[in-house]
């Protein structure tokens, strides 16, 4: 029964993207374990950049170790992490550890442009603003954070947060400034998604240590085609460790290029065989042996 609905979600996911013509990816591994990655989308919302959402499709409640696998990954490609999920209604949104959940109508909402606001955590309902908006009006308007404190009723430590976007408000402090400011002071939970720089290393390989001795910033991955991800900003990598089974193994490689594809990223394999080692790069993969790590540096550092 879960398999079926989580099938359908993913269905009614691409429904909407093919509807609004927006290019995506879909990850198929693994195909009946926890996964932390369905699809990779690329999304423009009016005239802005373009970017990609990674997004995680669930009829279930989400884990958290899926939660943190979206959060390393996003943190390192600087992507947006998104789930879609039953667990929220329509357009309010839910934040799960620092990542944004909605509906599939809000999901749909949101690449139909509109803005979604309003999000809900353990604390209560809370509604985006946008700082930038607020200290410009507040120049404009010759308002002190004195006099805006004052206006809604709070401290001024509190409009220093709401300035430099480390907090949001109330829907009442929210409609307060629509009528100091305007509708314009509303921001939207995925246009101003900060992404997490925290990132999470809990596999224990040889490889993350030759990667953080030459300044790479890694982190591990349990629920994807990905073991590991690193980046120095210059340049981002991306690992896929062989699996004991062949068959799984190739697929796993497979799905691992595509997120490569997608992002742009180097990928290497990680091969304990010379001869499985062989083939794969007769497919066109960069594999090194585990047991010659070191000679990764030369890749590393364009050698």
Avoid: W
């Avoid at 490609?77 to 909605?102: H, M, N, Q, R």
């Avoid at 308007?141 to 976007?165: F, H, P």
């Amino acid at each position: 029964m879960k398999e079926s609905k989580m099938a359908i979600k993913i269905n009614d996911v691409i429904r909407i993207l093919e509807d609004e013509g927006l290019n995506y990816t879909i990850i198929n591994y693994p195909e009946k374990n926890r996964k932390s990655i369905d699809i990779i989308v690329e999304f423009k919302k009016g005239s802005k950049t373009r970017k990609k959402l990674v997004v995680k499709t669930s009829s279930d409640k989400i884990g958290k170790d899926e939660i943190t696998d979206l959060k390393n990954f996003s943190s390192l490609t600087e992507s947006v992490p998104l789930i879609i999920t039953d667990e929220t209604e329509e357009d309010i949104a839910i934040e799960k550890d620092k990542v944004i959940g909605l509906s599939l109508f809000g999901f749909e909402r949101l690449l139909e442009g509109d803005k979604i606001f309003v999000y809900r955590t353990r604390g209560g309902m809370f509604v985006k603003i946008r700082p930038d908006i607020l200290r410009q009006k507040m120049r404009e308007m010759n308002y002190s954070m004195g006099d805006v404190a004052k206006m809604l009723g709070v401290s001024r430590k509190t409009i220093y947060d709401y300035e430099n976007g480390d907090s949001d408000v109330s829907i009442e402090i929210a409609e307060r400034l629509i009528d100091i400011f305007g509708p314009e002071i509303i921001g939207d939970v995925c246009e101003t998604y900060r992404v997490d720089d925290t990132v999470i290393v809990d596999k224990d390989h040889k490889l993350i240590s030759i990667l953080e001795s030459e300044g790479f910033k890694v982190a591990t991955l349990k629920f994807t085609a990905i073991d590991i991800i690193a980046s120095n900003n210059s340049k981002k990598l991306i690992v896929a460790l062989e699996s004991r089974n062949p068959e799984n193994s190739i697929k796993k490689i497979q799905e691992a290029n595509k997120i490569a594809e997608e992002f742009n990223l180097n990928m290497i394999v990680i091969s304990k065989s010379n001869s499985r080692a062989r083939e794969l790069e007769k497919d066109g993969f960069k594999v090194y042996l585990d047991q010659n790590l070191d000679d990764l540096k030369y890749e590393i550092n364009g050698d």
